[in-house]
């Protein structure tokens, strides 16, 4: 089973819009990660965000967490084409050597 | 800067025949290792994670083996390939271990099985 899941399988959005793919995990967790992966490409770490941490920024790019409600969020503003990827978000199993992805949301950003 | 390089880029095998798949890392000294496979249009699941030379561990069995003969080399392989063995494979490297650990990707195989 999934430890961690997207909440939506695709999200588009024209360019400058912006957007939040949304994650939910099932255990506790010391941190999450969301990655991004574009097509063709191996995936590239956006932001890794601590269970202690509320909220982190990158850039454009602004991920929450809410331990409580054991959810994430990944928000971008003013949006590029070149956002348009696959973004997951994943964390470690309990065991701490398995990092475990979601499904992924298929982003694309229109002109 | 650390590259990480993958080798061949795509393969087209048929069922039955071996494989083997390669990746290195450059400039970075004793990292952490791991396979991916990726079913096309799924997620990213972990096969294997090495820790060091030699030392492989097993975390999802699909019929494939890996071994690192050196400290930037890692191999993953099998003797018999099956068509569910279609897909994408990355190899990753990390410096820490565990939960806070940030895995960087190489650019992947793409393996057809006829």
């Known amino acids: 089973s999934q430890l961690a899941e997207e909440n939506s399988w695709a999200l588009s959005v024209h360019e400058g819009e912006s957007v939040t793919v949304n994650c939910s995990y099932k255990t506790s967790i010391t941190a999450l990660q969301w990655y991004r992966q574009k097509s063709g490409k191996g995936p590239a770490q956006l932001i890794l965000?601590?269970?202690?941490?509320r909220e982190k920024r990158n850039g454009r790019l602004r991920a929450t967490l809410d331990t409580s409600s054991q959810s994430s969020s990944l928000s971008i503003t003013a949006t590029r084409c070149e956002d348009t990827a696959v973004y997951f978000c994943?964390?470690?199993?309990?065991?701490?050597?398995?990092?475990?992805f979601g499904i992924g949301t298929l982003l694309s950003v229109k002109p | 800067a650390q590259t990480i390089h993958q080798w061949p880029v795509a393969e087209i095998k048929a069922v039955g025949s071996p494989l083997s798949l390669g990746c290195t890392i450059k400039g970075k000294s004793s990292p952490n290792l791991y396979w991916y496979w990726q079913a096309t249009g799924g997620t990213l699941q972990q096969l294997f994670y090495?820790?060091?030379?030699?030392?492989v561990e097993s975390v999802v069995q699909l019929n494939l083996s890996a071994s690192r003969p050196k400290d930037d080399q890692f191999i993953l392989s099998t003797e018999k390939l099956l068509l569910s063995h279609s897909g994408f494979y990355l190899c990753?490297?990390?410096?820490?271990?565990?939960?806070?650990?940030?895995?960087?990707f190489g650019p992947g195989t793409r393996l057809l099985v006829l």
């Open positions: 965000i601590r269970s202690n941490e």
């Open positions: 090495s820790i060091t030379v030699g030392q």
């Open positions: 994943a964390t470690y199993g309990s065991s701490g050597n398995k990092l475990i």
């Open positions: 990753a490297w990390s410096l820490d271990w565990g939960v806070q650990d940030t895995q960087y």
